[in-house]
């Protein structure tokens, strides 16, 4: 199983990523995926996350209205679009796939974003 994350980097406040996670090893469509942060000493909070056939969605808190998940079932790989960016929005982003008592996680992706 592997879950292979990109896009991260630096960015000034205001501006946009786009995050990719590339899935193998497992039947793809058949998990929720969501994408997590973590930032410097703090737990790890969920971000977003996408029903199996990519028809539900869910957001935190901070980054709705602002961020987007989304899916390709074919290409077996999440996205996930971060808009307005602020400072706050600096972590590791992680991609996870979960189904009943399978959770996969990446090795993450770091996002700064300057002031």
């Known amino acids: 199983v592997q879950l292979v994350e990109s896009g991260g980097g630096l960015v000034q406040a205001g501006g946009s990523l786009r995050l990719s996670c590339a899935a193998s090893?497992?039947?793809?469509?058949?998990?929720?995926m969501s994408w997590y942060r973590q930032a410097p000493g703090k737990e790890r909070e969920l971000v977003a996350d996408?029903?199996?056939?990519?028809?539900?969605?869910n957001y935190g808190d901070s980054v709705k209205g602002r961020f987007t998940i989304s899916r390709d079932n074919a290409k077996n790989s999440v996205y996930l679009q971060m808009n307005s960016l602020k400072p706050e929005d600096t972590a590791v982003y992680y991609c996870n796939a979960f189904l009943v008592t399978r959770n996969y996680w990446g090795q993450g992706t770091q996002v700064t974003v300057s002031s």
């Open positions: 996408i029903s199996s056939a990519g028809g539900s969605t």
């Open positions: 090893g497992f039947t793809f469509s058949r998990y929720v």
